[in-house]
């Protein structure tokens, strides 16, 4: 493994309203709970790592999301390692009733949108190569914002 020259963003930890109902929702994502603390939190994690999520109700058991217009988390990104595994997550989300808000190519990735049950956005998307990011007569890095074939991401996980 290279050795790592800056610094990567290690966990994201969220106020929930209600924990085994974001236990749930995030075990969908496929992330599994690596320990807790009694009823009040929960830390979840993909592949053996100890989390990647920490989920809590110190303070938040049966709140609301703020309302539009307040500063807060715009989205929490999970990245998936392949265009076939963001198809699986995309499918499983949706049978279990979330709304998708978004869908986009980047140019540089494939994402979806949605929202928590706590009304945290989520961001579900698969890099693609970098050989493959577009970019300008420079060389700098263009990325876009195009349309993105959310039947097609999802046949993806259906073939593999």
């Known amino acids: 493994m290279a050795e790592r020259k800056g610094p990567q963003v290690g966990h994201i930890h969220l106020r929930v309203a209600d924990l085994e109902r974001a236990v749930a929702f995030y075990a969908l994502l496929g992330f599994e709970v690596q320990a807790r603390i009694g009823k009040t939190a929960a830390f979840l994690g993909a592949d053996g790592y100890h989390h ?3 989920l809590n109700v110190w303070g938040s058991r049966g709140g609301t999301p703020p309302p539009p217009g307040h500063t807060g988390l715009f989205h929490g990104a ?3 390692p392949d265009r076939a595994a ?3 997550v995309v499918r499983r989300v949706t049978e279990a ?3 998708l808000t978004g869908a986009s190519d980047h140019g540089v990735s494939e994402a979806v949108y949605l929202d928590d049950p706590d009304g945290n956005g989520v961001e579900l998307y698969r890099d693609r190569p970098a050989e493959d990011w577009p970019r300008g007569l420079d060389g700098a ?3 876009t914002n195009g349309p993105l074939d959310v039947a097609g991401l999802i046949a993806a996980g259906d073939a593999a």
């Open 52 to 54: 990647h999520i920490g």
């Open 78 to 80: 999970y990245l998936y």
């Open 86 to 88: 963001l198809g699986r």
């Open 97 to 99: 009733g979330f709304a």
């Open 141 to 143: 890095l263009v990325m």
